[in-house]
């Protein structure tokens, strides 16, 4: 698990991660994860591929999805996510750029230098949307709230190898952020 690259949590952002499902996950980070890295070595190197279960010195152990959704605090029931992105790919075929989806939903396009593919560097985005202006109105708000839940699914649910960059996969997702919540 990676931390989410210092991103605060502003209680403005509360109605956006409860609406998205995600507000426990987003407590979880802010105030009580603590990764204990000599646990996870120890998970790791005691991870059988073959069975895909942890051989304590009590027997076999697994993590059940019901495991994770306890501990995250995450529905297990709904929509799933996929590698499917047919409303991003219906937005794209419809005439514009993934970059321009980018821009209007954040309000700002990342420098040319910042851009890996379809991934956006973390130390830009993290920057971009540190903090949420004293006084924001509710649409500049809800784009740093976007921008957090990107930060989020991007860095710590479903984060990749690089561990450097955010993927723009997750637009359709806080595009509609009052559905994201039925999503599982």
Known sequence: MRRQQGMRLDERY??????AGLYHLARLNDRWFKLDEPLVSAFVERW?????????????????????SYQLGLSVDGRYVSGCLTDFQIYIQGGCSAW???????????????????AVN??????????????????TVRRHARAYIMMLLGTQLFADKSGNRIHIRWLPYVARLEEMGSYS
């Open 14 to 19: 509360v109605p956006y991660l409860q609406m």
């Open 48 to 68: 059988r591929s073959e069975t895909h279960t942890f051989h304590m010195p009590f027997g076999e152990c697994t993590i059940t999805l019901q495991d994770v």
């Open 100 to 118: 321009v989806w980018f821009q209007e939903l954040l309000d700002v396009l990342p420098p040319a230098n910042q851009i890996q593919k379809f």
């Open 122 to 139: 973390c130390t830009w985005f993290h920057k971009t949307f540190e903090e949420c202006p004293n006084g924001a109105d509710e649409e």
